[in-house]
């Protein structure tokens, strides 16, 4: 069973990453996972959190010269500012008086108002610690292994800044990846980068914050993953659970959702072709579905888009309430982010690499890569046999 969890606080010692399900033979050292941790933490419109701390996850477990060896793969990410937080943040109880780095004025649109009441925190840091988008780093991590997986199969996964704000970017399936990955707001043309660095400036100037939408893709990826037989293995609706429970998202749509709901129906759905040299071999005219139907992966590129909305932390307050005592507050700043959506993009890619990773363990299953590996091959030959090829 491929499974994975997070532990760990925004401000503890550091993050916890266990991912079980990961076959034997995948190659994968602590520089590759480095990479992934490096494209998180980059961005423009990140704020100052990013320049102290420089992400590395350590293996300390599951790995042995470079390759997995099918055991549970255990992660330890250091929290570079808990040196900082020493006291305010140590697991053991306090002796004598100490600051708490108490925190009872609720942010509106965070995590703190529902969490002080379920968990009986009069101290929302309590809540707060676990709730930053700090555990982002570990699911990085987690997806960073998922990639190492996912690699040995030809499976690509990309992503860029569909919009930012009232701005758009023209976004297709196969962008100039390669431009994008040099782009600090995760965009291929310079009028648009240009047009998105303004806008979070502006936002910046104004106090506030700015969101916006992003696009993961997934290139190779085999024909007949997920089901359409039972709610909860449907492609479609794992992958938008994963990337709902993103911080701040607020929407997902596979492929053009949203917007193929102003036309009409004969316009969007993807019409199935045979390859002319090959009439047993199909593709689609478009790919209007994202690459799903039926909760099924078709052989299309997988394409989600994810909406983030606009950061709750701003250097000009809102209108809050203090938890303990009812006084009506101003809502408290902490060193944040002014956009987090090019960050949020690697987010994206990761949980796309956990989704994926899972759908194909558990359609193909093995011990080892090239049992996974035999098992897929196995699978295409019984579509030749079957007479149809993919
Ligand atoms: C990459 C990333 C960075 C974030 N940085 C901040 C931040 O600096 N300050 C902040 O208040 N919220 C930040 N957030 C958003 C909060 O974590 C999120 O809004 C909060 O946990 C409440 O959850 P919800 O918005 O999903 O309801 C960030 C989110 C992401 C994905």
Redesign the pocket.
Known sequence: MFRYLTAGESHGPGLTVIVEGIPAGVTLTEEYIAVQLGR?QRGYGR?G?MKIESDYAVLKGGVRLGETLGSPVAMWIENKDFANWTEAMSPAPPEGEIDRKENTRV?P???DFPGALKYLAHDMRNVLER???RE?AARVAAGAVAMAFLDSFGIEIHSQVASIGTIDADVADDSDWAAIEESDVRTADPDTAQKFRDAIDEAKANRTTIGGVFQVVAIGVPVGLGSHIQWDRKLDGRIAQAMMS?????GVQLGRGFENTRRPGHDIQDIVVPDPDDLRRFSHTSNEAGGIEGGMSNGEPIVAYVA??P???MTRPLPSVDINTGEIIEAPY????VC?VP??CV?GEAMMALVLAHAILEKFGGDHLREVQRNVAGYIESHQEFGTSI
């Open positions: 998180r704020g959190r942010v649109g965070h995590a709730s930053s988008a982002t993103i911080n701040a998202v607020k983030i909305k950061i709750a932390t902490h060193r944040s982010d987090q960050p949020a987010i």
